[in-house]
């Protein structure tokens, strides 16, 4: 018996994510600025022509891309902040109220090794002068990305694990860049996966500014 067809709906769709995925694996190995529809046809074995019955310009495809980074991103790391809640990470060495941020910036890397196009995708459209569709949604994922952070940090506070007169504002911004250090020192050392190696010390190196004090710490009684 013949299977029937896809619907087209449906079959948009798939095309979508297989052109979104490919826009994401070009991206990895070269200058997203430099990629045409037409390695984005090759890539999925379409015609190029065919390409723009499923996006109505190549502008569409980046904000899809920038579209599923989001989601993507996003639900993968408050599951790492969920799951530290749960049961905690490595409580031998990191502070109970910290272990949700430390999962955070984890998984954050780890997103990375597995999808190293991604931040090409965002630094490239970061670079480009005023204001565009592609930005604002760049403004989006960052919004939601600080509120996160935010909320993890306010959190600790809460529970009396931070400093009382830690800036967290600060603290949030000092998170992302952290994070953005690492890989743009591996985007620049073609070094990728070493990320996941160094981020533990990165991390511990930025938990120590957060801590409140005990008073042995202190150098008092």
């Known amino acids: 018996m013949k299977v029937p067809d896809k619907p087209p709906k449906q079959r948009t769709e798939v095309r979508q994510a297989s052109l979104v995925e490919a826009a994401l694996l070009l991206a990895a190995q070269r200058s997203p600025t430099s ?18 019955r499923h996006f109505d310009s190549k502008e569409a495809i980046w904000l899809a891309v920038l579209d599923w980074v989001t989601e993507a991103l996003m639900a993968h790391l408050q599951a790492a902040a969920d799951a530290a ?10 502070p109970q109220p910290l272990s949700a ?46 509120q996160l952070l935010l909320n993890l940090l306010q959190q ?10 830690i800036d967290l504002n600060a603290a949030a911004v000092l998170f992302i860049g952290s994070v953005q250090g690492l890989v743009m020192q591996a985007l620049i050392s073609g070094d990728v996966p070493a990320m996941a190696r160094q981020a533990p010390a990165v991390f511990a190196i930025y938990q120590r500014g957060l801590l409140a004090r005990t008073p042995d710490s202190q150098g008092t009684p």
């Open 85 to 94: 809640n749960l049961i905690g990470v490595d409580p031998m060495q990191v």
């Open 156 to 165: 600790a506070q809460m529970e009396q694990g931070l400093q009382a007169d």
């Open 101 to 146: 941020l430390r999962a955070v910036f984890v998984a954050h890397v780890d997103f990375v090794v597995a999808h190293p196009g991604v931040p090409r995708v965002i630094f490239q459209e970061l670079q480009s002068p005023g204001d565009t569709a592609l930005k604002f949604r760049v403004r989006g994922l960052m919004q939601r990305y600080r």
């Open 35 to 52: 990629i045409t529809t037409g390695d984005l046809a090759s890539a999925v074995g379409i015609t190029q022509g065919a390409v723009f």
